[in-house]
């Protein structure tokens, strides 16, 4: 089973940046991704990173989220700038090993298996 731990949530203000941290307790996994959260929304995916360094984004975040890895670390990150007040969420950490995910969508929360416990994120 694997563990995944989230921090760096916090406030930013308008325009301002923050970067969200997700550390694994396994290594080499296939895909990891961030998804967000409003209070009774939808899960929404943000950005996807594959083990070999491809990276996919929604169209809400491109230009301004950067997702990345440190496979030696067993970490990956999420450096947001350029924050607004939509951004505002309960931010996840995924990963999965599922041979299907680039054909069911790399930002799809049901393909995911592996779940932080959130962090919170607030813009104003």
């Known amino acids: 089973h694997v563990q995944l731990v989230e921090s760096g949530g916090g406030s930013a203000q308008v325009g301002g940046s923050l970067r969200l941290s997700c550390s694994a307790s396994a290594d080499a996994l296939m895909y990891m991704a961030w998804f967000r959260q409003t209070p009774g929304g939808e899960r929404e995916g943000v950005a996807a990173i594959e083990s070999d360094f491809s990276t996919y984004y929604s169209d809400s975040v491109k230009g301004r989220f950067t997702i990345s890895r440190d496979n030696n670390k067993s970490t990956f990150y999420l450096q947001m700038n350029n924050l607004q007040p939509e951004d505002t969420a309960m931010y996840y950490c995924?990963?999965?090993?599922?041979?299907?995910?680039?054909?069911?969508?790399?930002?799809?929360?049901?393909?995911?298996?592996?779940w932080g416990q959130g962090t919170q994120v607030t813009v104003s």
């Open positions: 995924a990963a999965s090993h599922s041979p299907l995910l680039p054909m069911k969508g790399y930002l799809a929360p049901k393909e995911y298996n592996y």
